[in-house]
């Protein structure tokens, strides 16, 4: 008991940590969709998703993501929502299950590489099939953005919260194993 309630607090405060992080720095990455805005909040679920699992890095993202939804991109509300649950729930689920199986350095680039590609991938089909039919955007509109502005911003959004993910996890992963008693393989 005492185990399940810690691990819930530790996933709030990454689902927390992930909040701030999403409303303190974000940022256009491709001029031509100032729309498409980086954000590191990502980086919490992912964490999350190599000590506890993938699904529950996944509950991280459905809090941001019902968050962001009700905050900063009220606009798009729901569909937003849904767009942000799916792209970073892919990464974090396929980054998850991999760094579950080869928990060590080259465990964490594999599913992080995987991860990346498929939240890169995953949006393609995502944004032709939402975009146009909720948010009013002509299809050949959105299937013009893909290759100059969709599939930059993803690889770019992915990659860097990698990057994050990498040189942040082992600290931050020492921190919150304390009283999990995770084992961890090193190499």
């Given amino acids: 008991m005492k185990s399940n309630v810690n691990k819930m607090v530790k996933l709030a405060m990454l689902a927390a940590l992930s909040i701030v992080l999403m409303l303190l720095i974000r940022f256009p990455v491709i001029p031509s969709a100032p729309f498409l805005e980086y954000e590191p909040g990502d980086v919490p679920a992912l964490i999350g998703a190599f000590i506890y699992g993938p699904w529950s890095g996944f509950i991280i993202t459905l809090i941001v993501s019902i968050f ?72 050949d509109a959105v299937k013009a953005m893909i290759l100059p502005a969709i599939l930059p911003f993803n690889l770019i959004k992915s990659v860097a919260n990698s990057v994050i993910t990498v040189v942040v996890y082992k600290a931050v992963g020492k921190v919150l194993r304390v009283e999990a008693q995770i084992p961890v393989k090193e190499g």
């Fill in 68 to 139: 962001q939804a009700t905050t900063v991109s009220a606009g798009s509300g729901w569909i937003g929502a849904l767009m942000h649950l799916v792209a970073t729930g892919t990464m974090v689920i396929a980054a998850g299950l991999i760094y579950n199986k080869f928990r060590t350095y080259k465990g964490a680039i594999l599913a992080l590489s995987v991860g990346s590609l498929c939240m890169t991938l995953i949006m393609i089909p995502l944004n032709l099939y939402i975009t146009p039919k909720f948010l009013g955007v002509p299809y």
